[in-house]
């Protein structure tokens, strides 16, 4: 298992970690087999977004002998006659979170995580009023780690990102969302008509996104990393195509700033083609292959950090560089976080031979000896 740093959350976290969806209505054994498989493997970190009660407490007594397990608990996801609801109302709010803690048997959760936030207007209602007050209370009580809050449009999480406050980012991620502009309704991407358009390359405001994330220390796990399912069937998949698991799960865990991948397995089989990503070779996880295969969607000139134009004679990490340089560019002076990572780098662009052997292999047309050219004047090495 991979471990990385959930921002400047203090966590690390498996890469490959768990959703909670798939534990609703499970029975001991199975929930049991299930985290048995995970925990051998190396996962350290759960999300629980869903606020089915039964479903939190088998958690609970799962994770009852593992007190260093993550948990990313939410906050305003609640459970009312019977069903699931997102409120903003703090009685409930509260009753809902202390229940949630009780049933996990926790007297502090990691993350208080502010659930599904995806329209500015609700965004402001959050920020400013008593739910952040709640969230910053839990935080400054010890009963959360820190504070993160869920979304799936990239300019409401780019308005949180940029507070200071909000740690950790729960956010949709996936190569089919990243290609759309941003909405304030979720479901539109999952309907087929969405994805009739042509499209080329990715839409600017995700990419931003992850690159603001990863520069200003806001980890991002990531949920919906398989479109709801639609991405690994090839009839519902926008691609024409399916792609597998792991391709998914590489492609979020190649985007900058994604600590993790919340995998919602609904049995042990799914779970173990999720692990599989940890021992998977860059065949397996290559992405490029499906999405260099489209006619109506297409990708060029745009660093993917897919990492296919390696071998570099000078030992260039080009997916790293060019990482680094796109980091940079929002600044008109060099962060010195974003210095020190290229600095620390083995091989750097002022090395560059410019032989063009990486554009060659480069599927998506990155004119990688101009981008090596950029970075050896912009970091001056
Ligand atoms: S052009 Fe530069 S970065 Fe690309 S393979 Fe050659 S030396 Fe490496
Ligand atoms: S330059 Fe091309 S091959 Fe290399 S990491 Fe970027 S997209 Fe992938």
New binding site residues.
């Given amino acids: 298992m991979q471990y990385r740093k959930l921002g400047r959350s203090g966590l690390e976290v498996s890469t490959i970690s768990l959703g909670c969806e798939g534990f609703i209505g499970m029975g001991e054994s199975e929930a049991k087999a299930m985290f048995d498989t995970a925990i051998d493997a190396g996962v350290n970190f759960i999300d629980m977004y869903s606020s089915d009660p039964e479903m939190r407490s088998l958690v609970g007594r799962m994770l009852a002998d593992h007190p260093d397990f993550h948990i990313q608990g939410h906050l305003c996801s609640i459970w009312q006659d019977g069903q699931y609801k997102c409120s903003r109302n703090m009685d409930e709010v509260k009753i809902a979170f202390d229940d949630q803690m009780q049933r996990l048997g926790r007297s502090r959760l990691d993350v208080g995580m502010i659930h599904y936030i995806d329209s500015l207007e609700n965004w402001n209602i959050v920020w400013n009023g008593p739910v952040m007050e709640y969230a910053r209370s839990l935080k400054a009580d010890g009963r959360i780690g820190c504070i993160g809050i869920s979304s799936h449009n990239p300019v409401v999480a780019r308005e949180a990102a940029l507070t200071g406050e909000i740690d950790v980012l729960l956010f949709s991620i996936n190569p089919a969302f990243d290609m759309l502009p941003p909405d304030e309704d979720v479901m539109r991407l999952f309907k087929e008509s969405t994805y009739t358009e042509a499209r080329h390359n990715f839409n600017p405001e995700p990419v931003a996104l992850y690159e603001l994330c990863e520069r200003e220390g806001v980890g991002i796990d990531v949920m919906k990393a398989f479109g709801g399912g639609n991405l690994l069937d090839k009839k519902l998949s926008p691609f024409g195509c399916a792609l597998t698991p792991v391709q998914c799960l590489d492609y979020a865990l190649t985007r900058p700033g994604v600590a993790a991948v919340m995998c919602g397995c609904r049995n042990l089989e799914e779970l173990k083609v999720c692990l599989s990503w940890c021992d998977a070779d860059e065949k397996a996880r290559d992405y490029s292959t499906v999405l260099t295969s489209q006619k109506k969607f297409t990708w060029s000139g745009q660093c993917m950090y897919c990492g296919h134009?390696a071998?570099?004679?000078?030992?260039?990490k080009?997916a790293d560089?060019n990482k680094f340089l796109n980091l940079a560019a929002a600044h008109s002076e060099i962060p010195e976080t974003i210095r020190e990572h290229y600095a620390v780098l083995a091989h750097h662009?002022s090395?560059?031979?410019?032989?063009?052997?990486?554009?060659k292999?480069c599927p998506f047309q990155v004119p990688?000896?101009q981008?090596?050219t950029e970075a050896a004047s912009r970091f001056g090495f």
């Fill in positions: 134009c071998p570099c004679p000078k030992g260039i080009v560089v662009a090395d560059c031979i410019q032989c063009g052997a990486c554009e292999r990688v000896r981008k090596m």
